[in-house]
């Protein structure tokens, strides 16, 4: 009984996969990049804002090192206790920069 569990085993793990199924994953893996694509653009994640008191401009591409914000992080997403690295003024006082 085990000899033929044994042979069943292996069958399914060479069995390749195939074009239809391979198809279906990378439809899903596009979808799912798409998906996270629109969400970037709808949330305006990476608008650069601008101090309002110092002008220092927050640019999400190279985010706030310094204060422990990566690269890449939106305005959108840093801590609500992040404030400005020039002046210290709360988010609430920086603008979207068109
Ligand atoms: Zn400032």
Redesign the pocket.
């Known amino acids: 009984m085990s000899g033929s569990w044994e042979k069943c085993g292996s069958k399914f793990k060479q069995h390749p996969l195939n074009p239809e199924e391979e198809g279906v994953l990378n439809h899903g893996l596009k979808l799912l990049k798409r998906r996270g694509l629109n969400a970037s653009k709808d949330g305006s994640s990476m608008k650069k804002y601008k101090?309002l008191?110092?002008d220092?401009i927050y640019d999400p591409a190279k985010g706030d090192p310094d204060h422990g914000i990566n690269p890449g992080t939106a305005f959108e997403n840093l801590p609500a206790s992040w404030t400005?690295p020039?002046?210290g003024?709360a988010k609430s006082d920086f603008a979207p920069v068109e």
């Open positions: 101090c008191i110092c220092y400005c020039e002046c003024a």
